[in-house]
């Protein structure tokens, strides 16, 4: 009685370290093959009803493949995705330990007709019935198809057949990431960047692209291109993996700070005398906001062009007023106009100052002028509102005679009255009385 209680305790301690074990390599490990899956025999042995080559891995141990063929017997799966094998547990049928494989190959293929071998090795005879076995093997290759073969059975001599129960590859779980990139970084605001990503064990996966942690409505593929980023915007992507055997489906990638620069505006205007003395030089310099660091000029004088470079100086020959216009160029990259223009009036005066005084009979007149520039000054009557032409002189200094209260003083460019001045004592007239006037003559 005592010794049967042992050997059950026995019994539970082997199957809860079976179990354990089992359970342990399942948390890291994946099966890869499930019912349903195309299977074929290799070296066919016409099966019994309810024993064909499908219930090796119809996930019942209860079941069972039989091969009456004895040796070099197996199958083939195709899984229809690719997957690393790293492991095959192998579980033995109900009855007959005498049909139990003696040994195992394994082979994959991406084509179904060129093999490669895995791993193989022998495989122990055990007496016990669905006794589940694990065989543990070094690959690195991933395959779609799976060959097994069992070259020979316990006892050849007794055995009529092969017979298992249940086969199953395991791969090892991996991790899915995903990597994003960009077509460029530090550009202009409005310029197309192209995010990427690179997955790893992502299956056929989705996406959604995220920016500043928020989801980007209808960016979900696995590029995503966008002309409205703005600086320090962080983009992510989450992607969701479909790929067999993964720890987790869900993965976010790597974080990408843009640099982004705002668009600026250039402008420019103009920094000179707003009046010369003609045939004196002017100069304009040319004073730019944004124009980056090598802007380009060209200077128009009246609406011809007379000079591409900055400051520009002028020789100013005819008196009147030139009409100024700078269009500046900008370097600058990152701009919503690529010129900008300055409009300047410059009056050109032939005569800059007059200082007219008179003492007694005389009038005198003193010009700040270039020495060739023509002046005419005229007498002026106020009542008549009617000049006479005195003199024309280029002389810088003329005195005349004192006539009228007012002149004007004209030269090209240049006009101005002066007065009123006193004029000379006229002689006095004779008054006539009333009398006298009646022909009344009064002593």
């Known amino acids: 009685m005592l010794k049967d209680i042992m050997k059950k305790l026995l019994f539970i301690t082997i199957l809860t370290s079976i179990f354990t074990l089992s359970w342990g390599q399942c948390a890291s490990q994946c ?22 080559v499908t219930k090796v891995i119809d996930g019942n141990s209860n079941t069972k493949y039989l091969n009456f063929n004895r040796t070099n017997t197996g199958f ?4 229809g995705k690719n997957t690393t094998a790293v492991r095959m547990d192998l579980t033995t049928a109900n009855d007959e330990p005498s049909r139990d494989p003696i040994d195992y190959q394994i082979q994959g293929s991406n084509n179904g007709t060129s093999w490669t071998t895995i791993a193989s090795g022998n495989i122990s005879c055990n007496s016990n019935r669905f006794l589940t076995r694990s065989f543990n093997f070094t690959n690195n290759t991933s395959y779609s198809w799976y060959r097994i073969t069992f070259t020979s059975v316990c006892n050849l001599s007794f055995a009529n057949s092969m017979q298992v129960a249940e086969v199953q590859l395991y791969s090892n779980s991996v991790t899915p990431s995903v ?46 291109i966008s002309n409205n980023i703005n600086n320090n915007d962080v983009i992510t992507c989450v992607m969701t993996s479909n790929a067999p055997c993964i720890t ?6 790597n974080s990408l700070t843009m640099g982004v620069t705002s668009k600026v505006t ?40 007379k000079s591409t470079s900055n400051p520009w100086t002028d ?3 005819v008196a009147g007023t030139d009409t100024i216009r700078v269009v500046m160029r900008t370097s600058q990259s990152c701009i919503t106009i690529d010129s900008a ?3 300047y009036n410059i009056t050109v005066l032939s005569l800059t100052d007059v200082d007219v005084f008179q003492t007694l009979d005389k009038i005198h007149f003193s010009f700040v002028k270039n020495a060739d520039d023509v002046v005419s000054i005229y ?15 280029t002389d810088l200094n003329v005195v005349l005679e004192h006539t009228s209260k007012y002149y004007l003083v004209v030269s090209d460019g240049y006009s101005r009255y002066f007065g009123p001045f006193s004029i000379v004592a006229e002689e006095p007239r004779r008054t006539l009385s009333i009398k006298q006037l009646l022909g009344q003559v009064v002593d």
């Open 179 to 224: 990597t994003i990139s960009r077509s460029s970084n530090n550009v202009c605001q409005g310029t197309n960047i192209t995010f990427t990503t690179t997955p790893t064990n992502g299956g056929t996966p989705t996406y959604q692209w995220r920016r500043n942690g928020s989801n980007v409505v209808g960016a979900t593929g696995s590029s995503w």
């Open 76 to 79: 083939i799966v195709n899984t």
């Open 315 to 317: 020789s100013a020959n």
């Open 248 to 253: 987790t489906s869900n993965v976010t990638s």
């Open 341 to 343: 223009i300055a409009n």
């Open 379 to 393: 007498e002026f009557n106020e009542k008549t509102g009617k000049s006479r032409l005195m003199t024309t002189t």
């Open 31 to 52: 099966p890869i093959f499930t019912p349903g899956m195309t299977i074929t025999q290799v070296n066919p042995g016409s099966p019994p009803f309810g024993e064909d």
């Open 266 to 305: 250039p402008s420019v205007s103009i920094l000179g005398n707003p009046s010369v003395v003609r045939k004196n030089t002017v100069t304009l310099q040319a004073l730019p906001v944004n124009g980056g660091g090598a802007p380009t000029y060209k200077w128009y004088k009246n609406n011809v062009l």
